[in-house]
């Protein structure tokens, strides 16, 4: 046998669907198209050594190597757990998947659906797709009660990758590794590989009790852990799988395995995870977070784009100025909460003229206390803050002086010290009966119709009534893991994620041009279905650290480059080293200016304005293109040592941006691929560059040097 009985096989793109049948159990793999016959024949029994390297598998005799996983993963209350120490680990292989009736697989070009039912009139229904000439599979699965009574769901997943990896023969010994990229803040995007063995997971000698890796958020951050990805990668057969969701709440997802195979699994947080259960009454639905789903030949370098693909679905939606990918400058770092027209209106006269085209005001337009965030969710401007025709006429001295002017909302909240807080507590989501709270933050409930109409008032008209062409929406406190409704907290709380989110959808439809940076106290919302609603993101509270350009770098994998706005924060004492190395870090993504940009000298100008024109050539590179990453430095972030090298490889253009730390080499080589020439060097004095065959050699490099290089083919 090589596995199970094959029951289908589905095109899609440079992959292959392969579905196959055993015990009752339809399971589902993928692999990289061209490779379906190098399956080889696996292990039957524990025992056996076909194909098994020579040496004999200890473990019982009879026992079975390989075992079937369903497609489909959920459970129903009352139903039993899995017989595998499982009870509290994972609640994958439940009774309710083994109740299932196979009812078929429906193709279509793209396309491929699985139909399930059980005797109590369940239905489930996973559809994958895939869009023409794309590197990702799109899943969803729907539960429907077509029964004649009402059950309690505790998890559905939205996708169960299984059969991992087909290619082993065996268990797969020291060749499995899983890749995981934890986010804290100001410290997003970790990369954390590690080998199954490291992590424990190896099966047992007689394949019993699961092995799980089972992780995730709850609440309204969905990247305050980890972001909602994992990647599988077999390394001697050179193949590695992926899976995304496109969370905008809690979430989790799962790696388990008890005999020779892996799986990988996820959707909404369970009951046992996060506390979540949905009451399905007769004709109810109910269906997850879409799960992206890859695989390709080669390593986690080769996969991360095919992922990320599905996050710029909506950029030809976007307004038309965000095809040109303009610089921005946002006012934060510069007044720290007093974005007022004496604090700016030498900025604006400063960078008249240039290529930065957003002019953002950040927080503190709204009141005229001391701490910037005081009357959030009131959004009353005091008339003495812009007291020359008010906030409007200020938008359009921003206008003519030849910028789109951005606006900062937190909207989603209002803080203690707000009216809207004392005087409408029935707009504030509860918990057990009290208003929720984080800190000074309370939050707005969008179930209630009330909230969703003042908030059309005080944001969408806002918006149009003072010209504002550019929205930074922030989001400094997690909910926690549910609150009051009909149904239990973490249920409640997915629909009023929804809610929000339909109120993004409803701001685009109104407001087409608007231009949307997605922020959550820096880079808390980086997930695929964020991405798709924001033209961009902050991907960081890094503000001006020495660790921008790491972090700014890990999230340039796990986003677009396009979505990918940083912080170049300017200081009037800063010199040309520190200059350059802030510039070159916002050169891996969006440009977002900052800090004392009206006090710099003629020279620090130049550099600015050098930074800023460097930026503009790289622009087709930003826009589409790959990215790869060179690391050689200590673990610490906020203490590095070593040195980064970051090359974007586009369509017309390729750009390297190198940043050494503590105890950085005076000299780098970056491996170009194939021979380019050097068109444009942005460096500060002392460090000179030539292209050698097919490597760029830089040499005067100092500790903590930023640097770029344009180059052509």
């Known amino acids: ?6 029951i289908g096989r589905v095109a899609f793109g440079d992959m ?38 020579g040496y004999t598998l200890s473990g019982d005799r009879d026992t079975l190597a390989i075992q079937p996983e369903s497609a489909v993963q959920f459970k129903i209350a009352g139903d039993a757990y899995w017989d595998n120490f499982s009870a509290g680990r994972t609640m994958r292989n439940s009774g309710s998947v083994d109740q299932l009736c196979f009812d078929g697989l429906r193709q279509e070009e793209g396309k491929a659906v699985l139909l399930f039912h059980d005797e109590r009139g369940l239905q489930l229904e996973q559809t994958m797709r895939q869009l023409p000439g794309r590197p990702w599979i799109e899943i969803n699965t729907t539960l429907t009660n077509s029964g004649s009574e009402a059950v309690t769901v505790e998890m559905l997943s939205s996708f169960s990758l299984g059969l991992l990896s087909p290619f082993q023969p065996d268990d797969g010994v020291e060749c499995y590794r899983i890749h995981r990229w934890s986010s804290n803040w100001s410290a997003e995007g970790r990369h954390e590989p590690r080998s199954v063995e490291e992590l424990g997971m190896e099966r047992s000698w007689s394949a019993f009790g699961v092995r799980v890796l089972r992780f995730g958020e709850q609440g309204s951050m969905p990247v305050r852990g980890y972001f909602p990805q994992v990647a599988f990668e077999d390394t001697r057969a050179g193949v590695t799988w992926g899976a995304a969701l496109a969370a905008f709440g809690s979430w989790q997802l799962e790696v388990s395995r008890f005999c020779d195979f ?15 259960t949905r009451r399905l009454a007769p004709g109810e639905s109910i269906c997850g977070p879409a799960a992206v789903v890859s695989c390709t030949r080669g390593g986690v370098e080769e996969l991360l784009p095919r992922l990320t693909a599905y996050q710029e679905e909506e950029v030809d939606t976007q307004p038309a100025s965000e095809q040109d990918l303009p610089v921005i400058f946002n006012e934060w770092c510069t007044t720290w909460g007093k974005p007022l027209p004496g604090n700016l209106m030498p900025v604006l ?14 927080a503190g337009w709204f009141h005229s206390g001391v701490d910037a965030l005081c009357g959030v969710g009131d959004w009353n401007v005091p008339p003495e803050n812009y007291p020359d025709g008010g906030i409007g006429a200020f938008t359009e001295l921003i206008r003519k002086a030849g910028f789109r002017p951005g606006i900062w909302f937190e909207f989603e909240v209002a803080t203690e010290d707000s009216i809207l807080a004392n005087e409408h507590p029935e707009w504030l989501l509860h918990l057990d009966g009290k208003v929720l709270k984080s800190g000074t933050r309370r939050f707005l409930d969008f179930r209630n119709p009330a909230v969703v109409e003042y908030l059309e008032q005080k944001v969408i008209r806002f918006l149009r009534d003072n010209g504002f062409g550019y929205m930074k929406v922030d989001y400094n406190g997690p909910t926690g893991f549910g609150c009051d409704g009909r149904a239990v907290p973490a249920e ?8 929000v989110v339909n109120f993004f959808r409803r701001i685009r439809r109104e407001l087409p041009d608007l231009v949307i940076e997605i922020c959550s106290s820096g880079g808390h919302r980086l997930t695929a279905g964020w991405m ?18 790491i972090v700014g770098a890990n999230v340039a994998q796990l986003i677009p480059m396009r979505h990918n706005q940083l912080w170049a924060t300017l200081r009037k004492w800063d010199d040309s080293n520190r200059l350059h190395y802030s510039l070159a870090a916002g050169l891996l993504g969006r440009l977002c200016l900052s800090g004392d940009v009206a006090e710099l000298d003629e020279a620090q100008r130049k550099i600015l304005f050098d930074g800023v024109a460097f930026y503009r050539a790289c622009v087709p590179a930003i826009r589409r293109g790959r990215t790869r990453l060179i690391r050689d430095m200590a673990p610490s972030f906020t203490r590095p040592r070593g040195s980064q090298i970051v090359f974007r490889s586009g ?19 970056v491996p170009l691929g194939e021979k380019r020439r050097l068109r444009r060097v942005f460096a500060p004095e002392g460090v000179s560059c030539r292209v050698n065959g097919n490597e760029l050699a830089v040499t005067g490099l100092v500790p903590f040097t930023g640097c770029a290089f344009l180059l052509e083919r």
């Open 349 to 362: 006269e400063t960078l008249r003229g240039s290529e930065v085209k957003y002019f953002v005001l950040d």
């Open 16 to 53: 292959t669907a392969m579905f196959f049948r055993e015990k009752g159990k339809v399971c589902f793999t993928l692999v990289p198209a061209g490779m379906e016959e190098e399956i080889p024949e696996h292990c039957k029994l524990l025992n056996d050594t076909v194909g098994c390297r």
């Open 492 to 499: 409640e709380l997915r629909l009023h994620m929804e809610a």
């Open 262 to 276: 892996f799986n990988l699994s996820g959707g909404m947080v369970d009951r046992e995870f996060g506390q979540w």
């Open 1 to 6: 046998m090589k596995i199970f009985e094959e």
């Open 532 to 549: 798709r609603i924001g033209a961009m993101a902050s991907s960081t509270d890094v503000h001006e650290a020495v660790e921008i350009p």
């Open 651 to 669: 369509e017309t253009c390729d750009y390297a941006v190198i940043h050494t730390f503590g105890e950085g080499p005076a000299s780098l080589r």
